[in-house]
Structure formats: structure tokens, C-alpha cells
């Protein structure tokens, strides 16, 4: 079998090519993340997010159940009682602190699954990452929900 | 792990610091800074390091579908001496942290490190006898990601914030350029 130049060079380039531009009419796969996002699936369980009754006060009562189904130990609660000059939760008492570690925590979602009241919600803001280590120890104040 | 005073940069309004034009740096030095720190950002090749689940997220990224290529990262080595950043992606155990730390001591200078994934930064789940708590006990990092593991977007935001940090460093010292850039805490550390 002799070299051909035109079956054993031009044609497989000329064939290879044309999957190639076969291929550019297909649609882009690549999202351009820090100008688009792409749509998150809607159990996505990503930062932590106390939220409030409508009426503004605190769903979160302090029972530390979320603490305790924790896998990685990484909620700490402490609670308080309300009174009435200062009322944060509907209830008897309510979180006076409320921290989670970040990077202990694995997003498993147990804590939303355990709290009572749907206090602790796992929302979809996935930019977390930080320089330092003291960062992610989340207090109350930037995990609770604003009031609307 | 307490925070060690050596790494920050003490200096004030007197003593001149390269590339820290408001305390004293030259003009020259300071444009050199930003035109490396330009060229290192935009090109960091990350170190093939997978160790556990987190590395098939990190695969991912450099997949079509997130493509780190656009920011100058898609170049993943399996040498250390070809690397810029080391992306420790999964749990690192006792016995691979000298292993670890061999290869880190191995990377060429300037090189920095991304703590990806619970496990890596803290040590996660596995509080227990054979994991490192926190990678940060055997290498420095800079970086770290949240997440069990993060998805591909979370280390996408990971390594755009490495290049800003990148960015404001001063080329000699590696370190960052201004005292201004700490936190109160650590500026009452360093008085004491």
C-alpha cells in the first residue's frame, strides 16, 4: 500500500476539521461566573441564615437542638430569657449568642431539619471563602436576617 | 493556632519600606510591584494536590463548564517546581502532612496556598486521631473555602480573591504592602 497524500494527509485534516466547525454551532457550555451565575438547584445548601417572624421578632428560641444535631460540632448556643422590656423571640427565651464556624461546618443541612421553629434556614450565597481564620467564626449579627 | 507577629510587617512613617510609596517607597519599585504582581496573578498554576472528594470539584473547575482558564489557572502541574499555588483539596491526613510540607518547601517562591474544603481548613467532620486540624498547622495559608466540598464556583471566588490579594503585595517581601490593611485586633497585638 503506497503513500497517498491525499487520503493519508489532507483528507483526515479536512475531516477533522469539520467536527470541529460542526461543533461551533453548539451552545456555549461555559458560564462566565463573576458576571453571571449559574442557577443553583433549589435544595442547594449553602450559608446560614437566621430569619425573623413577619412581625419582626426572632424565630430562634435558644433550645440548642440545631447544636445538638450538628455532625461537626460546630454551632455553639447560648440562651436567655425574655422579658418584657426587652423581647427578641416570641417564646420564653431566645439565642442571646449564636455562633457557627464555618469551616468546621460541612453543610449537611441537619440543623434547618432539627430546629423547631425553622429559625435556621441553609440559603444560597456560596461566596465564603476568606483570608484569615477568625473570619469564619459567624456571630448572631451576620447570620441573623434583617429586619423588613 | 495562635497568630505569630513575625509575618506582619512592622515599619512606620520612618523607616522607608520597597514598593510602600506612602511610607516612603520608591516610585520605581512601586510600578515594578504592580506590573509582577500583574503577570503573577494572571498566571497561577495550581499544583495538582487532590487528596480526597474536594479535588473532583476542583477537576471540575478547570472543566468546560467553569473554565479557571480564564483567569490564567487552567496550567495544573504535577511538578512542585513548576506550581504558583498549591490547592490542598480534601482531608490531609498525619502521615501525608510531612509529605505535604516537602512539597511546599519544594515550590519555587513566591507561592502561596488555598485551604479548599472543610477538612483542609479545619479538619471538618473528622475530629479524630489521624487528620490534621487545619492544614494551616503544617503550610501558610492564604485562602481558605468553606464548603464540604465547595462547588466549583465557591473555588472560582477563592482564586479571583488570592489574585486580589496577589495584587496588593509588595514583590520583595511577598508580604502585604500596608499596615493599614490589618484588623485593629492584630495592630494592638503588635503594640503589646
Known amino acids: 500500500m503506497s503513500f497517498d497524500v491525499f487520503r493519508d494527509v489532507a483528507k483526515p485534516i479536512v475531516s477533522g476539521f469539520g467536527i470541529t466547525a460542526r461543533r461551533l454551532k453548539a451552545d456555549k457550555v461555559t458560564v462566565q461566573y463573576p458576571e453571571e451565575r449559574r442557577e443553583q438547584f433549589p435544595r442547594t445548601r449553602w450559608r446560614h441564615v437566621l430569619t425573623r417572624y413577619d412581625s419582626g421578632l426572632e424565630r430562634c428560641i435558644g433550645c440548642s437542638l440545631c447544636a445538638g444535631a450538628c455532625p461537626a460540632k460546630c454551632i455553639y448556643v447560648e440562651a436567655a430569657e425574655n422579658t418584657d422590656e426587652a423581647r427578641f423571640s416570641p417564646g420564653e427565651r431566645y439565642s442571646h449568642r449564636y455562633e457557627i464556624n464555618m469551616l468546621r461546618c460541612i453543610f449537611c443541612g441537619y440543623c434547618q431539619d432539627a430546629c423547631p421553629t425553622g429559625a435556621i434556614v441553609l440559603r444560597q450565597d456560596f461566596e465564603l471563602a476568606n483570608y484569615e481564620r477568625e473570619d469564619f467564626i459567624y456571630t448572631k449579627e451576620m447570620l441573623l436576617e434583617p429586619i423588613r | ?192
Not at chain 2, 16 to 29: F, L
Not at chain 2, 99 to 128: E, F, T
Open chain 2, 1 to 192: 493556632m495562635p497568630k505569630r507577629v513575625e509575618t506582619l510587617v512592622l515599619h512606620d512613617s520612618s523607616t522607608p519600606v520597597i514598593g510602600d510609596t506612602e511610607h516612603g517607597g520608591a516610585v520605581v519599585v512601586t510600578t515594578l510591584d504592580t506590573l509582577f504582581n500583574q503577570a503573577r496573578a494572571n498566571a497561577l498554576w495550581p499544583l495538582t494536590f487532590g487528596l480526597a472528594c474536594c479535588a473532583i470539584e476542583m477537576m471540575s473547575t478547570v472543566a468546560a463548564r467553569f473554565d479557571l482558564a480564564r483567569f490564567g489557572s487552567e496550567a495544573f502541574r504535577a511538578t512542585p517546581r513548576q506550581a504558583d499555588v498549591m490547592i490542598i483539596a480534601g482531608r490531609l491526613s498525619k502521615k501525608m502532612a510531612p509529605v505535604l510540607r516537602q512539597i511546599y518547601d519544594q515550590m519555587p517562591d513566591p507561592k502561596w496556598v488555598i485551604s479548599m474544603g472543610a477538612c483542609a481548613s479545619s479538619g471538618g467532620v473528622y475530629n479524630n486521631y489521624a487528620i490534621v486540624q487545619g492544614a494551616d498547622q503544617v503550610v501558610p495559608v492564604d485562602i481558605y473555602v468553606p464548603g464540604c466540598p465547595p462547588s466549583p464556583d465557591a473555588l472560582m471566588y477563592a482564586v479571583i480573591k488570592l489574585q486580589n490579594k496577589i495584587k496588593h503585595q509588595a514583590m520583595k517581601t511577598n508580604k502585604s504592602m500596608s499596615i493599614l490593611e490589618l484588623k485593629p485586633r492584630e495592630l494592638e497585638e503588635v503594640k503589646a
